[in-house]
């Protein structure tokens, strides 16, 4: 009897340690398994004579999809409920296994509707189960002022150069007529306007009926000298206590900028008629992105040759300057003087022209020859006077 009662005195020892770490342990959560009707809001507060759209969603955890017939009952005599996906009537809806499928209530109330609150019940019927999902709908005259602002396209991408113009869509969600202000922060040295879908008038503000959207265009202008990056823009537009908010974005590529000028600006020199004559010249490149396959070019007077060393460039990244020599070679018989020939750079898309002026002297070897014509006239002159003269 005492050698039982020892082994059982053991056992109980062992095993209520085991016991009391189980009774320790925290029971884990069973993974939730079905398909539910949802929505973030089942109780709304609607105007008479406006519509409401209530977002739904038919969501499926862990189980195979299933078709569903949908409905809405309780819909009071002259309202309209109706069920939409994809923007569209929808009287079924599946959604796959651990997705969701989006839905939406419409709910229209009649202007004369009375301010009783209703309940609208919009059920899923499957195979085997039925889901019920039940929205209170209250009604009130007059609804805190609210405004929504969304961007149709919230990135544009140009150069430093253009005009980006998103278009926006106000939206005047309360239950009476609104003035909204309209304000951008945008980077410093950019200009930001608002002005009307289409016209040139711009805004400070725009009156927005209740209910109803308006479409206002906001004109953004970046600086020349912008560098290549993506600069974001604030819009907010308020009226009264309600205030709507969205950002845009503008993407700017670089692009160079060209300047052909001469050494220290100065935009003159001399030449020789007959002989070629080197003029520096500096090319800069003032945008912001490298020009690449830099081509110079002159326009002339006829005769004239004008070449270049060199006669292009690989490319000057942003804010460099390169020198070449222009070698101007005037024609031998040119008349002294001042001409005006047209220096030409190019790069992709991007040109720059500047005119030099180019005073000629004619050659020294062809005044002597000139002032020799002339000696040898006045002698056969003087000759000539000296012989008949005496006659």
Sequence with gaps: MR??????????????????????EPQQAQPVKGIYLLTDYPAVTVRPGTTSTINLRLQNFQVPPERFALSVEGVPEGWTA???????PVAAAMATMNDSTTLQLRIEVPADADMKPREVIVNATGGQSKIALPIQVSLAKELPARLSLKPQLPSLRGSARSNFEFMLDLKNDSGRDLVVGLSAQAPPNFGATFGEQYGSQELNS?????????TVKLTVRPPSTARADTFPVTVRASAEDATAETKVELAISGQPQLTISGRDGVMSGRAEAGRETSIPVVVANNGTAPAERVELSSTAPSGWQIRFEPAALDGIPPGEQREVQALIT???KAIAGDYVPTLNVTAGGESANAQFRITVATSTMWGIVGAGIIGIALLIMVGAVARFGRR
Aim: aromatic content about 4%; proline content about 12%.
């Design 82 to 88: 109706t069920l939409l996906g994809g923007g569209q």
């Design 330 to 332: 005037p024609p031998d």
């Design 3 to 24: 050698f039982r009662t020892a082994i059982l005195t053991v056992f109980l020892a062992t095993l209520m340690p085991a016991l009391g770490a189980l009774a320790q």
């Design 206 to 214: 725009i009156p927005v009926p209740a209910g109803e959207s308006k």
